[in-house]
C-alpha cells in the first residue's frame, strides 16, 4: 500500500470534496477518485459513499482516517529527519585539488557561490586527488589532469586557456630571452602526454626556466614584479588581475612562431558515482565559470 493514498483519502475527509482535496496534492480529480478506489479494493472496506452532488465519509472509512493519522504522523516525521540530514551534508564540502585552483579560483568560487557551507580544502598532486576521494578523505574534487578511475565520475564544469603571462616588457624581447618560473611539482598519470603541472608540451619548443617554485602565487608574485614569465590558465591570471593595483597586472604574451596551439582544456568535477551533492556543486561551478568569461 502506497503511503500516498493514506495521504490523498486523508486529504478527501479533512476537506469534504475530491475536487478541493485533488487541488490541495497536486493531482488530478480523476487520480483522487482512482487512488480511492484502489485503496478501498486494498483494505476491503467501503471509504467513501455519494451524498447529493458531493460525498459522505462512512463509518470505516472514519476509522481509517483516525488510525492511519499516527502512520502518516511517523512518516513526515521521517521525511523531515533525512530533509534535515541533507541539509547539513550540504553545509559541509569538502574539496580536494591541487594548487592551480587553490590560489585565486577557489576562495572566489566558495566565498561568492557556497557562502552559506562550510567548506574544507585539502591539496594533492595530480593523480592523488581520485584516490582522496576513494578514500573518502574528501567529498569532490577539482582537476584539468583527470587520472581515469571506473570507481568516480568525471563531469566536465567548464573549460580555459592556457597562455604565456608576464609585465609587457617581454614583448620587446625575444622568447629565448623570457625568464619562466615553472612549477616544481610534475605529473605522474600515464594517461597524460604532460609532465609538468602548468602543461607546457613536451616536445614543443623549449623555453628558459630560471625559477621553479612549488608555490604558484611565488610565481604570480615574481611575474607581478617583472622578474619572470607563466604559463597559466586564463582564469587564474584573470582572478588575480582583480586582486592587484594596476601595475602589478600580468599581461598576455604571444607564443612563439610555429608554436603548436594548445586546445582548450577541460576542467572536470569528480566525485563518487550516486554522490547526491554532485548536481548542486556542478551547478554553481558551471556558473561560477561561465562569470569569468
Known sequence: MAIDKLRYFASVVETKSLRKAADLVGITPGSMSKSIMT???ELGVKLLRPEGRGIEITDQ??????????????YRSFKDT????????LKKIRIGTFEVFSTYFLSAFLTQELSQHQALLLE?????IESAICDNVVDFALTYLPAPNPNLEFIEVGQFKMGIWGQAIWIKKSFEEWPFAVPTTSVQIHSIDFVSLDMWPQNNFNRTVKYQFELLETALQTSRLGHSVLHCPDLIIKLQNMMVKKEFQLEQLPYPERFKPLKPVKIYLVAKKGNPLVTLIEGKLAKFLRSLK
Open 124 to 128: 594533492f598532486t595530480p593523480g592523488n
Open 82 to 89: 533525512i530533509k534535515n540530514q541533507m541539509t547539513e551534508n
Open 61 to 74: 472509512g472514519m476509522q481509517v482516517y483516525r488510525k492511519s493519522a499516527h502512520l502518516l504522523d511517523e
Open 39 to 41: 485503496l478501498e479494493i
